[in-house]
T-cell receptor, first 116, second 118 residues
Framework: DGGITQSPKYLFRKEGQNVTLSCEQN?????MYWYRQDPGQGLRLIYY???????QKGDIAEGYSVSREKKESFPLTVTSAQKNPTAFYLC???????????????FGQGTRLTVV | AQKITQTQPGMFVQEKEAVTLDCTYD???????LFWYKQPSSGEMIFLIY??????QNATEGRYSLNFQKARKSANLVISASQLGDSAMYFC???????????????FGKGTKLSVIP
């Protein structure tokens, strides 16, 4: 079945360590996104990518890095520079829309990252 | 820049009643799409309904309808005949629909937590 796969579902990180969250899609979507969600909060955009080898910073990119070497894959690295990384991370993908077509984003199941 | 505002942090509705979740937006784009998503406690994001900025009729999908008032920049979600399974977070989102840099940026509001009372 087509969809987006995030792994792992739960991740524990020691302070000072970098960790990488995986996101793979087989929907042939051009765009991929990473969002951070804190308890009771909305989704804040970290990075997004419209095409391979290109990505843009979102609203809260500091302390995070991404790569887009393949259309299917958009891994997110949470670096030690991210001061408060404990959160729920959601990956999504979509295609562009036109004024009259629906192109909703599809989401993975999320990764819950906890710093210990 | 796009901005989505959801002013209701939490809402309660009696089972089988209708409920309206508010969403206002701000954008300088002429062509854009508006989306509503549902997030149950499991964390998955479920797409509910879409409205294009040039659509003249309000979108409907089963028990969900979108009350789109373009001049007021509002896109309220109406859920009819609420069910216990509707208890969840609901997010309004928007994205421009032009080509070029920034055209894929998908912006979310902070969400509304809906609780359906038996």
């Amino acid at each position: 079945d087509g969809g987006i796969t995030q792994s792992p579902k739960y991740l524990f990180r020691k302070e000072g360590q970098n960790v990488t969250l995986s996101c793979e899609q087989n929907l042939n979507h051009d765009a991929m996104y990473w969002y951070r969600q804190d308890p009771g909060q909305g989704l804040r955009l970290i990075y997004y990518s419209q095409i391979v080898n290109d990505f843009q910073k979102g609203d809260i990119a500091e302390g995070y890095s991404v790569s887009r070497e393949k259309k299917e894959s958009f891994p997110l690295t949470v670096t030690s520079a991210q001061k408060n990384p404990t959160a729920f991370y959601l990956c999504a993908s979509s295609n562009p829309g036109t004024a009259r077509t629906n192109t909703e984003a599809f989401f993975g199941q999320g990764t819950r990252l906890t710093v210990v | 820049a796009q901005k989505i505002t959801q002013t209701q942090p939490g809402m309660f509705v009696q089972e089988k009643e209708a409920v309206t979740l508010d969403c206002t937006y701000d954008t300088s784009d002429q062509s854009y799409g508006l989306f509503w998503y549902k997030q149950p406690s499991s964390g998955e994001m479920i797409f509910l309904i879409y409205q294009g900025s040039y659509d003249e009729q309000n979108a409907t999908e089963g028990r969900y309808s979108l009350n789109f008032q373009k001049a007021r920049k509002s896109a309220n979600l109406v859920i009819s005949a609420s069910q216990l399974g509707d208890s969840a977070m609901y997010f309004c989102a928007m994205r421009p629909t032009y080509s070029g840099a920034g055209s894929y940026q998908l912006t979310f509001g902070k969400g509304t937590k809906l609780s359906v009372i038996p």
